[in-house]
């Protein structure tokens, strides 16, 4: 896109501020600029205006799905499925990585940050770690699709070939970089971040699939085999990755999409809980559940609504290329946005400012048509890292690491 055509189309959408500073900027800072604004997805920024109410739910009903005793009373039946499933190249996973350690006290990203404390031990070391103890089992290695952000992609790179991808062949890694939105103000106005760079974040977890066949790792995931796909999240340092159980209940089911989940401790715990909304699995957040169907409990006092998702899903390859066509629901949220004045100053405002926009990787589950929840032990499969301290924090993932035999 040239200049003249981008001034003519922003002058029509009320947006020519873009390009203010544009007779400043040096030949790569303005292709960069240009580029940017090519990008924008202005049906979502139209959101700002009249968002879609996601808040709404259908009727709401307990899923079935597998709980420990029946998974461990099934273990070998389901770890056979899944390990030929492994040996034959059938699954990858995919790493979503895009986040900084910000609420760590860190810049730089979050998988590199060290939780160790008589040596070094990273986040993706860990995680890493996990997925080679399947690969070396079974002698055959699962490909690794890491998705970063624009803002840590070079980092996140370095980092890893620095530790020589902690021992995981370099062959079997491929790097993608997760799709950006632009913010706008509480105007509809899109925000600069620079002179020659637009207020971007990245687009949420749910934009995983898309932006892996943008970065051309979909072609590549299709000729190696793999027909699904592990996706997990960075901050959890206890995940298992291509676990053969879990693959091989997926399998064994016939369902698009399986989920691990951990038990709910109490009603008021704060973690989203898989269920069925009008028939089709869907992920409800803790504060959408009514106050009775939080404490509604089974008849051997177990909470009816009890399994806690912790970003640990199975995709089948065929079904997502099938709905990639469809819309994921966009949610708009009020952030706090830097940005730049009408003077060219860099803002840091103090409260919320503008929009971002960003899709969700729940509501993928609901178009998968078909959902299993796979019940695992919380303290040997989830020790999230949020925060510095208190709950969900490093110091609590140390504890649950050290109990499975982690020397930290």
Avoid at 218 to 229: K, P, S
Avoid at 246 to 263: H, L, P, Q, T, Y
Avoid at 283 to 296: F, G, R, T
Wanted: net charge negative; proline share 4%; hydrophobic share 40%.
């Amino acid at each position: 896109m040239n200049y003249e055509k981008t001034a003519s189309d922003l002058a029509a959408r009320g947006q020519e501020h873009l390009l203010a500073y544009y007779g400043e900027l040096g030949e790569e800072e303005k292709k960069r600029l240009l580029s940017q604004i090519e990008e924008i997805k202005w049906d979502e920024i139209a959101l700002w205006k009249n968002p879609r109410d996601l808040s709404g739910k259908g009727k709401i009903t307990p899923i079935p799905g597998l709980k420990i005793s029946e998974i461990s009373a099934r273990r070998a039946e389901f770890q056979a499925i899944g390990a030929e499933a492994v040996k034959e190249h059938k699954v990858g996973a995919v790493l979503l990585a895009g986040g900084q350690g910000t609420r760590l006290g860190s810049d730089a990203p979050k998988g590199a940050y060290d939780v160790g404390l008589t040596r070094p031990v990273y986040i993706f070391e860990r995680l890493i770690c996990n997925l080679s103890e399947v690969c070396e089992k079974f002698g055959a290695y699962v490909p690794l699709y890491i998705m970063t952000s624009d803002k840590n992609d070079k980092e996140t790179r370095a980092f890893l070939a620095e530790h020589n991808f902690f021992g995981y062949p370099e062959e079997y890694i491929a790097f993608f970089v997760q799709d950006m939105a632009a913010s706008v103000d509480f105007t509809g106005k899109i925000l600069l971040e620079e002179k020659d760079r637009l207020a971007l974040s990245p687009n949420g977890n749910g934009g995983w699939y898309s932006s892996l066949i943008r970065a051309g790792l979909l072609t590549d995931a299709e000729a190696r085999g793999v027909e699904w796909f592990n996706v997990f999240a960075v901050d959890n340092v206890l995940q298992r990755i291509a676990d053969p159980a879990f693959i091989g209940a997926a399998i064994e089911s016939g369902v698009n999409c399986a989920a691990k989940v951990v038990r709910k401790t109490a009603p008021e715990e704060r973690v989203g809980v898989l269920c069925l909304e009008d028939g089709l699995p869907n992920v409800i957040e803790y504060y959408e559940l009514s106050e009775e169907m939080a404490h509604a409990r089974n008849k051997d006092g177990s909470l009816l609504y009890s399994d806690g998702v912790i970003l640990n899903y199975l995709f089948r390859a065929s079904k997502l290329k099938e709905i990639s066509a469809k819309k994921i629901p966009v949610h708009v949220a009020k952030k706090k946005i830097p940005f730049l004045d009408g003077a060219g100053n860099k803002v840091f405002p103090d409260a919320e400012n503008g929009y971002k926009f960003e899709t969700l990787i729940l509501d993928m589950i609901k178009l998968m048509g078909s959902c299993l929840p796979y019940e695992v032990e919380r303290e040997k499969e989830f020790a999230p890292i949020k925060n510095k301290t208190g709950t969900d924090s490093v110091e609590t993932a140390r504890e649950l690491l050290r109990r499975n035999g982690v020397v930290l």
